[in-house]
């Protein structure tokens, strides 16, 4: 039998895909020809921002080497590109970047011509150093102009152009995103998820205009683009500007075909052109149902259907697909899907669970009992669920009042082992970059002897390529293989700028005697010249809680809370929390207070949950004049130090009170106020049982008792309560310092940067905590003499801050 001519134009992620689908269904049917513009084999263009940001390498992320294509009798011609097709003597014509020429007859063609980057029409497009954020010379390009150049400028607050600055960042530029809306990823997310989104990325060093049009590109002397001017006359600088404005898809070809394009190639549900039968489109070009996908789920949909009609087998239809979006930033986790957004007639109902403090935002919106939109900010565990019920559209009045809480929460699936992957049905996808299902992974697991997550990847490409879908294919491992399956180590290192953990970052720097960021880069061989916004805040702790006497705070590795003093608020605007020293202040203070109030006019006054005044809406401009007038200590509110300690009125007022808790709190704070340490510290002391500080949920907790003091450590509040684990007994307020402060510089020194004490507790074990403090005294009291030492000479911050009349220019918040 006589081979048909399959010629394929396009060799990217959606049409090599229709060509692994085809020869799963009939691997003799056609002699096949690719002809690719890209010099490369086909590559996951998903994971171009992690190769931009130095987290892999291109090789990392080949999806098809060239050897796949000569295994499978696939002639590839890359570096071609298909100049015109004769759609009545079938023939492809193209030519080679060497100027070659080529043309191949077929039986059926498929255009897999992706898609174009928009480039806004402004003076100035085409100037040296302006670039698309497209593809792999896109993001060479970009790569070269960091390793030369030092201010970026990216347009477009989307999806894409947040990976292109968040790479470009890590590559240590420094990076102004200009987005001509309101909040950022405004297709992918509401206001209140945009928001957060702007300001944790504001805290990693990133720049943002909003609201913002940009007018004009300027050109230096030499040529190459060096200012962006936006329409409100605000001049930036920059030697590279990233359009990430938007996608088109590619129709020029197909125009010059004549088919028929509108907005996209036009094709059928069997995506067939409506032009001409032998011709298919699929991916970022075609237009179905007045859609252009442009992500990759939907067109892995879109090849399995085109796969099954090239076969001819002809049993399948494409109807369309519900998209979601998970942003790809390191240590961002976002999820949204289906309508989101809601509707104003009164027709959908949304279900809203906000905690903006501890970074976590979920909405759910529902019409008649279904589930039909998604936004997670924070905690994104349960978006394949939502998204699964999203596509079944299933009535969930059953379990509305547990949809918040996530699938773990419904019925006691929460407590089986592997409950999530033995509830999925074989036909429920797993992997949504790669359109895997539960179904094809169990059976490559069983077939083929998988028992490593490694192995999974190549053979099914699952969690190959976001990973997002990691923990969930280790779990139909264990699954399917149960005691066999071989665990993937969790190394887990500190950041992608290194392979190294947490724990060998603090050893290095305590055996090797590194005192500076620069020395623990070289000696650790840090794959980034200048690290980045995970790393260096890390580093920064790691060396002045090692070597408070020699290593000096580095201001810009720390988050912008800490460079500021202050905590950002959502509108660009600080808030100024003054210390009260165990929750007690005096009319002279609360005077001071209210005249700065009324002198800056700062809008909101409140008293926090931890007996604190908070001043909401202070100006940049004004921190140092506000800090100056109030005359108080810094709270350090903003900090990941000692914020606050919690007590209550004790024995000295309460007919209750068995000891004076507001004396020993008061003590407490004034010894340790000026502690840094892994994340926020809190603590609690109550008068008596009664607890009414809630000593019980404090990192450390304090609670008196007829012979004096009952501790308790590693407490939490927020969304997730751990109650505190007791300690030990006390007698004295002397022991209640020197047990506390020798608890606090343990984790100073042992804890991992952003690790809570509930945490640490955990990992290192109650019983060496025991051991290191209770069973240890001159350990415990080396410990309590090492941070005495170390706060000797800490300044407050504010003070320091009046004294240099530091220009509050150097605050960058997020601009709006």
């Not at 513009?37 to 940001?53: D, F, K």
């Not at 808790?661 to 008068?687: C, D, I, N, Q």
Request: include cysteine; charge should be neutral.
């Amino acid at each position: 039998m006589k081979r048909l001519q399959l010629v394929m134009v396009g060799n990217g992620m959606a049409g090599v895909r229709t060509l692994e689908e085809l020869l799963k269904l009939n691997r003799e049917l056609y002699d096949i020809t690719v002809f690719g513009a890209e010099p490369h084999p086909n590559y996951n263009r998903i994971l171009l921002s992690p190769v931009l940001a130095g987290e892999q390498h291109f090789e990392d992320i080949i999806l098809n080497p060239m050897s796949w294509y000569e295994e499978n009798r696939i002639t590839l011609h890359a570096g071609w590109t298909v100049t015109a097709v004769d759609r009545v003597k079938r023939m492809v014509h193209a030519v080679s970047a060497q100027g070659e020429k080529k043309s191949v007859p077929y039986d059926r063609l498929v255009l897999a011509t992706g898609s174009t980057p928009f480039m806004l029409p402004i003076p100035g497009r085409d100037l040296d150093g302006v670039l698309a954020y497209r593809d792999m010379a896109d993001t060479q390009a970009m790569m070269d102009a960091a390793r030369q150049y030092k201010q970026a400028v990216v347009i477009g607050g989307g999806l894409l152009g947040l990976e292109a600055a968040n790479g470009l960042m890590k590559r240590g530029m420094d990076v102004t995103v200009v987005h001509v809306s309101e909040w950022l990823m405004e297709r992918q997310l509401d206001r209140t998820a945009g928001e957060l989104l702007a300001q944790s990325l504001s805290a990693r060093g990133l720049k943002f205009r909003l609201n913002a049009h940009t007018q004009a590109l300027e050109a230096d002397a030499n040529g190459r683009v060096a200012t962006v001017i936006l329409k409100d006359g605000s001049r930036l600088p920059a030697q590279l500007v990233v359009m990430a404005v938007g996608i088109r898809p590619q129709t020029a070809l197909a125009e010059h075909m004549r088919l028929h394009c509108d907005r996209g190639i036009v094709v059928t549900d069997t995506l067939q052109t409506i032009t001409d039968p032998r011709i298919y489109a699929v991916g970022e070009c075609a237009n179905h149902r007045g859609i252009a996908y442009g992500l990759v789920a939907p067109l892995f949909e879109q090849g399995k259907v085109l796969a099954n009609h090239l076969a001819e087998l002809g049993i399948s239809r494409y109807l369309g697909s519900l998209t979601s979006t998970k942003l790809k930033v390191t240590g961002i986790d976002l999820f949204s899907a289906g309508d989101f957004m809601g509707s104003d007639d009164g027709s959908t109902e949304e279900i809203v669970l906000s905690d903006t403090h501890e970074g976590v935002y979920k909405k759910l919106v529902l019409r008649d009992n279904q589930l039909i939109g998604a936004c997670l900010y924070g905690e994104t565990v349960d978006g394949s669920w939502y998204f699964k019920l999203l596509r079944e559209g299933r009535n969930v009045a059953d379990i509305r009042d547990k949809l918040m809480f996530g699938e773990s929460n419904i019925g006691d699936s929460g407590h089986q082992g592997h409950s999530q992957a033995a509830a999925m049905q074989n036909s429920d996808e797993v992997c949504g970059c790669n359109g895997v299902t539960k179904g094809t992974i169990c059976q490559a697991i069983q077939e083929k002897g998988l028992f490593t997550l490694d192995e999974v990847r190549k053979h099914t490409k699952a969690s190959a390529s976001c990973g997002s879908c990691t923990g969930l294919v280790e779990q139909l491992l264990m699954f399917t293989v149960g005691g066999d399956y071989s665990a993937t180590p969790k190394l887990k290192p500190l950041c992608t700028c290194t392979e190294h953990g947490h724990q060998a970052v603090r050893e290095a720097i305590r055996d090797h005697h590194l005192v500076t960021i620069a020395q623990v880069m070289s000696f650790m061989e840090w794959r980034t010249p200048n690290g980045c916004a995970t790393c260096r805040p890390a580093l920064n702790y790691y060396l002045i809680s090692t070597w408070p006497k020699e290593a000096r705070d580095d201001p810009q590795s720390r988050l912008i809370n800490e460079r500021s003093h202050a905590n950002i608020q959502k509108d660009g605007t600080y808030s100024v929390v003054p210390r009260m020293w165990g929750g007690e202040t005096s009319a002279a203070e609360l005077r001071r207070i209210a005249d700065v109030v009324d002198k800056y006019q700062i809008p909101t006054v409140k008293v926090t949950g931890g007996q604190r005044i908070d001043l909401l809406g202070v100006k940049k401009e004004d921190l140092i004049a506000v800090w100056r007038d109030l005359d108080m200590p810094s709270g350090h509110a903003y900090a990941k130090a000692l914020r606050t300690v919690k007590t209550c009125v004790g024995s000295e007022w309460c007919r209750m009170g068995t000891q004076d808790s507001t004396s020993m709190g008061k003590s407490l704070e004034r010894a340790m106020w000026r502690m840094y340490a892994p994340h926020k510290v809190k603590f609690a002391v109550s008068g008596c049982p009664r607890n009414c500080a809630e000593s019980g949920i404090k990192d450390v907790g304090i609670i008196g008792v007829d012979s004096g003091w009952e501790m308790y450590i590693a407490g939490n509040g927020g969304i997730k309560t751990e109650v505190a684990h007791f300690f030990t007994k006390l007698k004295t307020a002397e022991e209640v310092l020197e047990y506390t402060g020798a608890f606090m510089q343990l984790y100073r020194e042992e804890g991992w940067y952003l690790e809570r004490t509930v945490h640490y507790v955990n990992r290192v074990g109650l019983d060496h905590v025991k051991q290191r403090i209770l069973e240890d005294a001159a350990g415990r009291q080396s410990l309590w003499a090492r941070l005495q030492d170390a706060l000797q000479d800490e300044p407050d911050p504010w003070v320091d801050l009046i004294k240099a009349q530091v220009d509050t220019r150097q605050f960058v918040p997020l601009t709006i």
